[in-house]
């Protein structure tokens, strides 16, 4: 038996990908990287610096400046790793509702892509690694052993993430919850870089009324 060297996750926001690919990592002994929190990381340090988010210049040149940390966790609440900024603990910050509301704009910027696709290269072809994002597959690790696209109904995506809010006390209401979802499918999907798309030899699996335990034994059976 060959195990996959390098595993990508892509698939919509909310699908579920970060807790499958922690998940499938945790149990292959691999490293998990969730690209995501670049893009977040990027729109926190430009948000923080009163940057015009409209500006893609200034946008461009702080993705290109910032230095972002992943460590093992340095406290137990909650967190699956510790996200730092040039230093600064921005675990939670980056989760917040303001990032996923700006979030989507940022990423679509063809050179904080540039930036933030050479370090994930650099990161994913040592290989043993469960990378999770939209154009893992597609564009930053082509290469990878093992594809796999993630997806689930756009409710049942908004009903994971009010849950997940309200655990974390910052409820929102399920409305704005799946309007903010609708509009950041709708700019991942549709950018001129690198958009959220199946790789060809990606295998979907659709987590609509399946438990996190069932997403995971199916793509584990895909790892034999
Ligand atoms: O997976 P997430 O919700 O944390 O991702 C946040 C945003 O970052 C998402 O709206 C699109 C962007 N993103 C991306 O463009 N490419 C990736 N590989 C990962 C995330």
Do not use: H
């Amino acid at each position: 038996m060959t195990l996959p060297r390098i595993i990508a996750i892509d698939g919509p926001a909310a699908s579920g990908k970060s807790t499958l690919g922690c998940k499938l990592a945790e149990y292959l002994g691999y490293l998990f990287f969730d690209t995501g929190i670049m893009y977040r990381a990027v729109t926190w340090a430009a948000i923080q610096q009163g940057l015009n988010l409209d500006d893609e210049t200034a946008i461009t040149a702080l993705a290109e400046r910032i230095q972002i940390d992943v460590l093992p966790p340095s406290l137990g609440d909650g967190r699956d790793y510790d996200v730092l900024v040039d230093g600064e603990d921005v675990t939670w910050p980056i989760r917040k509702v303001e990032i996923d509301a700006n979030v989507s704009q940022v990423s679509a910027y063809r050179g904080v892509r540039l930036a933030m696709t050479q370090q994930q290269r650099r990161i994913g072809s040592r290989g043993k690694v469960v990378m999770v994002g939209r154009d893992i597959g597609t564009v930053v690790l082509p290469e990878a052993d093992l594809k796999i696209f993630l997806t689930a109904s756009a409710s049942e995506r908004a009903r994971r993430r009010y849950e997940e809010l309200l655990a974390r006390g910052e409820p929102e209401s399920y409305e704005q919850i799946l309007e903010g979802l609708r509009r950041r499918d709708q700019i991942d999907s549709n950018r001129e870089v690198a958009p959220l798309r199946k790789a060809e030899d990606a295998i979907t699996i659709d987590s609509d009324g399946l438990t996190i335990d069932q997403v995971f034994e199916k793509a584990r059976a895909l790892t034999e």
